[in-house]
């Protein structure tokens, strides 16, 4: 995908969180994320942008400190400082080159094109929990979604989830708004992921917002049309929480 794809989503589902959890309030429950508050959701996602502004603004490959600074602001407050936040991430992004060398997680993209990415889709899934606290979500862009599915399983899973599948098991995710394909499948230790059109032991097919926020965790599999190993598709999410 272009890169400057994900600028203008960050922008926008920015944008879409910050109203959603002004109009909820601070105090307001996150329905889609156990024990959290909007004000809980809006610190971290204030950390994570500050934590990407530090890591691309660095010239060195080091990881920098996740943490928000000691006089970050409270309560009603929070919205304001992720907003302008928001809007210095972007700002940044933009004027950095997204090949420039960088420290990620990621086990093949070391630029700053994966904090474009990266900060895109965390701010999508987490403007769909604050339109959940406000009472009324948004399904995530179908190009995006796709794209979010295709960074969870390669990025996320094929380094966190090893113990997302079992030995000889296979499972198979399908689009069906949007082009996009996914076999998992377990190599010795190792989980291999492939974008291609297979048959696996379950298949889970629905619109690719369905499917990106099944795999993060904010709908349920009864929101996906599921052919064959119902509880392998459960055990791959139970071991695939992030």
């Given amino acids: 995908m272009d890169a400057d794809r994900y600028l203008d989503a960050l922008a926008r589902e ?24 909007v004000a809980d959701l809006v610190s971290h996602c204030a950390s994570g942008d500050l934590w990407a502004r530090r890591i691309v603004e660095s010239d ?36 950095s080159d997204p090949e420039k060398s960088v420290w990620t997680f990621s086990p093949t993209d070391r630029t700053a094109r994966f904090w474009r990415r990266r900060r895109a889709h965390e701010t999508a899934i987490h403007r769909f929990d604050a339109q959940s606290a406000e009472g009324t979500s948004s399904p995530i862009d179908a190009e ?51 974008r291609e059109h297979a048959k696996g032991d379950v298949a889970a097919r629905g619109s690719a917002s369905d499917l990106m926020l099944f795999l993060w965790g904010r709908v349920p599999a009864e929101r996906l049309e599921v052919f064959g190993d119902a509880a392998a598709l459960d055990r791959f999410r139970s071991a695939t929480r992030v």
């Fill in 14 to 37: 920015s944008t879409a969180l910050a109203d959603a959890a002004d109009a909820a309030g601070p105090d307001a429950p996150v329905p889609t994320v156990e024990g959290w508050t």
């Fill in 60 to 95: 060195t490959p080091e990881r920098a400190s996740h943490d928000l600074p000691p006089d970050a602001p409270t309560g009603a407050a929070l919205v304001p400082y992720f907003r302008e936040g928001a809007r210095r991430l972007v700002e940044l992004l933009t004027a």
């Fill in 144 to 194: 995006m979604a796709a794209d979010g599915i295709d960074e969870f399983l390669t990025v996320f899973v094929a380094r966190f989830g090893q113990d997302a599948v079992t030995a000889g098991e296979t499972l198979h995710f399908h689009c069906t708004d949007v082009a996009g394909e996914w076999l998992v499948t377990r190599e010795g230790d190792d989980l291999r992921i492939t």
